[in-house]
């Protein structure tokens, strides 16, 4: 199993300044990898696939980069909308898994 | 408008069994590889199980597998999820989601329906 790593747990950043998510693979999942954004009582929303690739429907200010092993979510300007808990998840390999989310709050 | 609604979540005692259904709209059911991911409550999301769009092909983690199985009904445009054999850390929310291929990230989720293990 693939298991997938989050940094950090929580980030508090204000808004209009910029968030860098990490995530991290025991082996790689080449660029199987997406990103989620999940809000209080809400359902996870795919917000980048193939580790770079927006989402029909997303903000521009969000981007993703890495391959491999080592992935990065950034939020370039943090809006008000934007403090969730984000998800990695890689989908190279049998289990999908899911990293443990960091939560983004307000500073 | 893509839609889909999870049904049959219950308060259910240890070992007993659930039905989950997941009606879907607004995209071509048959088109889609489907999957149930869960959520304990205050926790992260656990990928459950995974089927193929002819259905012939399904995959299990390994904390469900030989309890739970998916299904799916393409004449009818339902997904499901059969549980038996419930534990208490079975206990979460229970996201049906679909994917344009079987190895592909989800890219729309349900809103969940929750499903209790207690006594």
């Known amino acids: 199993e693939i298991v997938m790593t989050q940094s950090p747990a929580i980030l508090s950043v204000s808004p209009g300044e910029r968030a860098t998510l990490s995530c991290r693979a025991s082996?790689?999942?080449?660029?199987?990898l997406g990103w989620y954004q999940q809000k209080p009582g809400q359902a996870p929303r795919l917000l980048i696939y193939g580790a770079s690739l927006r989402a029909t429907g997303v903000p521009a200010r969000f981007s993703g980069s890495g391959s491999g092993t080592e992935f990065t979510l950034t939020i370039s300007i943090l809006q008000s909308e934007d403090f969730a808990i984000y998800y990695c998840?890689?989908?190279?390999?049998?289990?999908?898994?899911f990293g443990g989310g960091t939560k983004v709050e307000i500073k | 408008e893509v839609q889909l609604m999870e049904s049959g979540g219950d308060l259910v005692q240890p070992g007993g069994s659930l039905r989950l259904s997941c009606a879907a709209s607004?995209?071509?059911?048959?088109?889609?590889?489907m999957g149930w991911v869960r959520q304990a409550p205050g926790r992260g999301l656990e990928w459950v199980a995974s089927i193929s769009v002819s259905g012939d092909t399904t995959y299990c983690a390994d904390s469900v597998k030989g309890r739970f199985s998916i299904s799916r009904d393409n004449s009818n445009n339902r997904l499901y999820l059969q549980m038996s054999s419930l534990r208490a850390e079975d206990t979460a929310v229970y996201y049906c989601?679909?994917?344009?291929?079987?190895?592909?990230?989800?890219?729309?989720w349900g809103q969940g329906t929750m499903v209790i293990v207690s006594s």
């Open positions: 082996h790689t999942v080449s660029s199987n």
């Open positions: 989601a679909k994917a344009e291929l079987f190895t592909d990230p989800f890219d729309f």
């Open positions: 607004g995209f071509t059911f048959n088109s889609y590889a």
């Open positions: 998840q890689q989908y190279n390999n049998w289990p999908l898994t």
